[in-house]
């Protein structure tokens, strides 16, 4: 029973959580976004305004909890 209550409140967290703000891992910017929208079929790819940088990775920044 404390894996399943484990899980109902991991997913109210998620389902609470506003979007985090995301940048590019090569050069630190805010300005990457989703490179296609044909994700559903492939990975999906984020490419940034910035350096050019195109890959499956980008950084999240999220608030410390007190």
Same mark, same amino acid.
């Given at each position: 029973m404390g %894996? %399943?209550?484990? /899980?109902r409140e991991v997913l109210k967290?998620? #389902?609470r959580r #506003? =979007?985090? #703000? /995301? @940048?590019? =891992?090569?050069c630190g910017s805010p300005? /990457?976004?989703?490179?296609s929208s044909t994700d559903w079929i492939t990975t999906t790819r984020y490419l940034c305004d910035e350096c050019? @940088? %195109?890959g499956p990775l980008c950084m999240e920044l999220e608030k410390e909890e007190e």
């Open positions: %894996l %399943l209550q484990n /899980i967290t998620i #389902k #506003k =979007p985090s #703000k /995301i @940048y590019c =891992p090569r300005s /990457i976004h989703v490179s050019g @940088y %195109l």
